[in-house]
C-alpha cells in the first residue's frame, strides 16, 4: 500500500508558477513510478508528467512539454511537478499517482491515487 498526499495548490495569476509536492508512504518509494494528473470541471482526468522509480527517465503530453517538469527526491519520498508559464486552462484539481510500471501511469492506470490539491490560474 502507498499513501499519497499532494500539496501546493492555490492561486496563481496567468504566467505564474505554482511547485506542487506529493509525499508518499507506506512502501519503498524508489520502487514505484510516479505521476501527475489533472481534472478540470466537467472534463476527465488527464495524465500530465511520469517519472520512473529512479528519475532517470520522464514523460509528458505535448499539452505541457517544456512548462510541467517532473521531479523526485527518493530521500524524502516526494515527487514535485514544477508548473511554469500557468495558463487559465491549467486550472485544474492535480493528483499525484503511483504505480511500479512507468507505462501504466502514462495509460491513466496507477494503483494509487492522492486526493488532489487545487491549482486556479486567474486571467
Known amino acids: 500500500q502507498v499513501q499519497l498526499v499532494e500539496s501546493g495548490g492555490g492561486l496563481v495569476q496567468a504566467g505564474g508558477s505554482l511547485r506542487l509536492s506529493c509525499a508518499a508512504s507506506?512502501?519503498?518509494?524508489?520502487?514505484?513510478?510516479m505521476g501527475w494528473f489533472r481534472q478540470a470541471p466537467g472534463k476527465g482526468r488527464d495524465f500530465v508528467a511520469a517519472?520512473?522509480?529512479?528519475?532517470?527517465?520522464?514523460y509528458y503530453p505535448d499539452s505541457v512539454k517544456g512548462r510541467f517538469p517532473i521531479s523526485r527526491d527518493n530521500a524524502k519520498n516526494t515527487v514535485y511537478l514544477q508548473m511554469n508559464s500557468l495558463k487559465p486552462e491549467d486550472t485544474a484539481v492535480y493528483y499525484c499517482?503511483?504505480?511500479?510500471?512507468?507505462?501504466?501511469?502514462?495509460?491513466?492506470?496507477?494503483?494509487?491515487w492522492g486526493q488532489g490539491t487545487q491549482v486556479t490560474v486567474s486571467s
Open positions: 499517482a503511483a504505480h511500479s510500471s512507468l507505462p501504466a501511469i502514462v495509460g491513466g492506470r496507477p494503483d494509487y
Open positions: 517519472i520512473t522509480g529512479a528519475g532517470r527517465s520522464t
Open positions: 507506506g512502501s519503498t518509494f524508489s520502487r514505484y513510478a
